[in-house]
């Protein structure tokens, strides 16, 4: 018990210490507060969102591996969230204030996690008859949702600089992805269902953040999503030898870990800042695509990849220059 103790708080203390400016480590389980350090509030929002892109794909390259064994989408989702639940769950036990999973909004969480399961789920099925550059832009036009409904539902200002910086980056990864003349043909529906989930998580994630902590909101999202796939994949489940079980332990890790990232940042800071980072999940995929598979990007993704870090850092310049006040 002491062993699996110290392995949980290493892991958790590794995804919780992760972005600067947390006072303590129980700092992200709770409420995120009204501050009047926006600046600072908003640069923590864009470190978080990198480096949860950074780990949602090191995820989908692990995800990738399982899937070329002959694993299906659905048992190796179950299979992350028996790992991912009882972690979470351990860890308010030992280390979190009684009642720190309790909420008021229940049937928010159910929502945002019912949504949440076809995201993946609509992806990879469009990955059965769409190119992945083809899929991939389509999904990443959930920014330009994202950024609209913001208004709308969040009440958000979009300034012009934000939404120029949204605009080039999406310029950005229809470079890198180079989409094919088939573009609106075979899966193209479902990559569009996927675009549309992903987007509704996050605007449900910066609603739910003003009452509701990081560490509930990601717990919730895996227990019903565990279930979910579990119930839909148990007549097909497949054995998994030994070896492939440090994979799926790193599964959900990087599940777990990119999850809290991506969660916070969208709690704390507006959708339309935070939103362009994403766009780094192509150089990051890029780059693990090329360290792991030998894949070699052409011209198209090199000069895409610069217009996506361009408008990025045209958009942190923005913010550093002016700390405060819409963009």
Request: overall charge positive; proline content about 3%; aromatic content about 14%.
């Given at each position: 018990?002491?062993?699996?103790?110290?392995?949980?708080?290493?892991?958790?203390?590794?995804?919780?210490?992760?972005?600067?400016?947390?006072?303590?480590?129980?700092?992200?389980?709770?409420?995120?507060?009204?501050?009047?350090?926006?600046?600072?509030?908003?640069?923590?929002?864009?470190?978080?969102?990198?480096?949860?892109?950074?780990?949602?794909?090191?995820?989908?390259?692990?995800?990738?591996?399982?899937?070329?064994?002959?694993?299906?989408?659905?048992?190796?989702?179950?299979?992350?969230?028996?790992?991912?639940?009882?972690?979470?769950?351990?860890?308010?036990?030992?280390?979190?204030?009684?009642?720190?999973?309790?909420?008021?909004?229940?049937?928010?969480?159910?929502?945002?996690?019912?949504?949440?399961?076809?995201?993946?789920?609509?992806?990879?099925?469009?990955?059965?008859?769409?190119?992945?550059?083809?899929?991939?832009?389509?999904?990443?036009?959930?920014?330009?949702?994202?950024?609209?409904?913001?208004?709308?539902?969040?009440?958000?200002?979009?300034?012009?600089?934000?939404?120029?910086?949204?605009?080039?980056?999406?310029?950005?990864?229809?470079?890198?992805?180079?989409p094919t003349g088939d573009f609106f043909k075979g899966g193209a529906v479902y990559a569009v269902f996927a675009?549309?989930?992903?987007?509704?998580?996050?605007?449900?994630?910066?609603?739910?953040?003003?009452?509701?902590?990081?560490?509930?909101?990601?717990?919730?999202?895996?227990?019903?999503?565990?279930?979910a796939a579990t119930v839909i994949s148990f007549p097909d489940v497949s054995s998994i030898p030994y070896v492939?079980?440090?994979?799926?332990?790193?599964?959900?890790?990087?599940?777990?870990?990119?999850?809290?990232?991506?969660?916070?940042?969208?709690?704390?800071?507006?959708?339309?800042?935070?939103?362009?980072?994403?766009?780094?999940?192509?150089?990051?995929?890029?780059?693990?695509?090329?360290?792991?598979?030998?894949?070699?990007?052409?011209?198209?993704?090199?000069?895409?990849?610069?217009?996506?870090?361009?408008?990025?850092?045209?958009?942190?310049?923005?913010?550093?220059g002016r700390k405060g006040g819409p963009a």
């Open positions: 018990m002491n062993t699996l103790h110290k392995i949980c708080n290493c892991f958790v203390k590794m995804m919780f210490c992760i972005a600067p400016g947390f006072k303590s480590e129980h700092s992200l389980f709770m409420t995120p507060q009204t501050h009047t350090d926006t600046y600072s509030q908003n640069m923590r929002g864009i470190v978080l969102v990198l480096l949860g892109s950074l780990m949602l794909s090191l995820m989908d390259g692990v995800m990738k591996h399982l899937l070329e064994q002959g694993y299906s989408v659905l048992q190796m989702m179950a299979v992350r969230g028996w790992f991912v639940v009882p972690l979470m769950a351990f860890w308010a036990w030992a280390k979190m204030p009684a009642g720190a999973l309790k909420t008021k909004r229940p049937v928010a969480h159910f929502i945002r996690a019912f949504i949440g399961f076809f995201a993946p789920l609509f992806f990879f099925t469009a990955l059965i008859t769409l190119d992945l550059a083809d899929a991939t832009v389509i999904v990443f036009g959930s920014t330009f949702i994202m950024t609209v409904l913001s208004v709308p539902i969040l009440k958000e200002h979009v300034g012009r600089h934000r939404w120029a910086a949204v605009f080039f980056g999406f310029v950005g990864v229809l470079i890198a992805a180079n675009s549309l989930a992903y987007a509704l998580i996050m605007i449900m994630t910066r609603w739910l953040g003003k009452t509701e902590s990081t560490f509930a909101q990601v717990f919730y999202f895996n227990a019903w999503a565990a279930f492939d079980f440090g994979f799926i332990v790193l599964l959900g890790a990087l599940s777990v870990a990119g999850h809290f990232c991506l969660t916070h940042a969208f709690s704390i800071a507006p959708i339309g800042l935070v939103a362009p980072f994403e766009y780094s999940i192509i150089v990051w995929a890029t780059l693990i695509g090329f360290f792991v598979w030998g894949d070699i990007p052409g011209s198209e993704v090199i000069l895409g990849g610069a217009v996506i870090v361009a408008s990025g850092l045209y958009l942190l310049h923005r913010e550093h």
